[in-house]
């Protein structure tokens, strides 16, 4: 049995220089050095627009894309408070949300 919890706020986020709306969601831990040398490769990246001052992107969809990326291995990702557990086996996924 394995299991994952996942925080969005330890994702590293980028956003491009150009002000063209483009973005990245790097592993936690990733450094500005690794990003930029190609060693931390983006788990999810794609492009935004602003509205009333915000950005759009990236959103709860693009987050949970990025807690997938690193849990290959998972069969159930289920949303937390601060972001997703990630389950191995459905049976473990379906015991943890009873407990919660």
Request: aromatic share 8%; net charge negative; hydrophobic share 40%.
């Amino acid at each position: 049995m394995r299991s994952m919890l996942i925080l969005t706020s330890e994702f590293v986020l980028c956003r491009s220089d150009r002000g063209d709306g483009g973005w990245s969601l790097h592993a936690p831990k990733s450094t500005d050095e690794n990003i930029a040398a190609g060693n931390a490769p983006p788990l999810v990246s794609g492009e935004s627009t602003m509205l009333a001052s915000d950005w759009t992107r990236p959103n709860d969809e693009d987050y949970r894309k990025a807690a997938e990326a690193l849990a290959p291995w998972a069969t159930e990702i289920v949303p937390c408070d601060g972001g997703y557990q990630a389950f191995e086996a459905v049976d473990d996924a379906t015991m943890w949300q009873r407990q919660v």
